[in-house]
């Protein structure tokens, strides 16, 4: 009996040791991150954190009160998914995806964005087009219909959004790790080393770029994993990598635009260059590590992370396991 009781005392310490442990962790984090939470708040839960679906792409369907979040399988065998969560309900539906010829969509997935009756999801040098009524029918599947390809200016989309009409695709970059070619890095006016680039195409009727030319090219910085237009004329970029700190930086549109900077030829490729730096910086927000896409509503910047995931875990005691979004300056 007191050796029973020795080992129950030996297990309920290291039940008060891991409590107080996840106490300080949750605690550190609301104060090393106080003006984040400060200016954010509790939106929904992210779906499929205890299998093993790894958070990537978001975005939000208005006529829907819907928001889609892309992500992979771990184990990168099974489908690649999509879930849809309803705004008012929370309620949460999964819908696997599948090449053309039926196999399973196994790609890491990215950004997705949406456009009339398409849906678009960031894969390798493109994104891959889906049926919008495919995605929402509720039988639980979609399949690739189409794909856009911006090969010919050598860009890997990791995350996109579409804005009155275009298409935005942008890649990320971090050395050694996820490289970019070297017509994507440039030294910008404001001195900035920017080594990545987002393009921009106009959409057509069919959901297809009305011209495989840019209509144009931004220099934007390193570690971008989302990407969305705000409202108010502003152009917001997510960026983390690992356990840095993540960082989401409002830039003044206007100031972009203003810039006159001449063209840009890439592969061959010719198209109006913008420059995304220091000098049109409005706003930096500051969040817990591992932000992926973004999404704009309502004056507040909505955050997916992928940090609660099983492939990462340690979000499960952080915020990860919730979207915040933030009130805007």
């Not at 879930?83 to 969509?105: C, H, I, Q, R």
């Not at 856009?148 to 890649?171: F, K, P, Q, R, W």
């Not at 959901?207 to 220099?219: H, M, Q, R, Y």
Request: glycine share 8%.
């Amino acid at each position: 009996m007191k050796a029973v009781k020795k080992v129950l005392s030996i297990i309920l310490i290291i039940l008060i040791v891991l409590a107080l442990l996840f106490v300080c962790i949750s605690v550190g984090e609301k104060i090393v991150f106080a003006k984040f939470f400060s200016n954010a708040q509790k939106e929904f839960k992210i779906p499929g954190l205890f299998t093993g679906y790894t958070p990537q792409g978001f975005d939000y369907l208005e006529n829907e009160k819907t928001f889609l979040l892309t992500g992979y399988d771990k184990d990168n065998e099974s489908p690649s998914m999509v879930y849809k969560v309803n705004e008012e309900t929370e309620k949460a539906e999964k819908v696997l995806l599948y090449n053309k010829d039926g196999s399973n969509y196994t790609s890491h997935v990215g950004g997705i964005c949406h456009y009339n009756e398409w849906v678009y999801i960031a894969h390798g040098s493109g994104v891959d087009m889906f049926k919008l009524s495919d995605i929402l029918d509720g039988d639980g599947n979609a399949s690739v219909v189409d794909r856009i390809s911006v090969e010919n200016i050598e860009l890997g989309v990791a995350c996109c959004n579409v804005y009155d009409g275009a298409l935005y695709v942008a890649e990320f970059y971090i050395a050694e790790d996820y490289e970019t070619p070297d017509s994507h890095r440039m030294k910008t006016p404001a001195g900035d080393d920017n080594m990545a680039i987002m393009a921009s195409y106009t959409l057509g009727e069919d959901g297809k770029p009305i011209s495989e030319t840019p209509d144009a090219i931004f220099s934007i910085r390193g570690m971008v994993q989302g990407m969305c237009l705000v409202n108010d004329g502003r152009i917001a970029l997510s960026t983390s990598y690992g356990l840095a700190k993540s960082r989401t930086y409002i830039y003044d549109a206007e100031k972009i635009f203003k810039q006159e900077n001449g063209t840009v030829t890439i592969n061959g490729i010719s198209a109006p260059i913008y420059y995304i730096d220091s000098s049109c910086l409005d706003e930096e927000i500051v969040s817990s590590p591992m932000a992926e896409e973004i999404v704009y509503k309502d004056g507040r910047l909505y955050i997916l992370t992928e940090s609660a995931c099983m492939k990462y875990v340690f979000g499960k005691i952080l915020s990860g396991n919730y979207v915040y979004s933030y009130k805007l300056a």
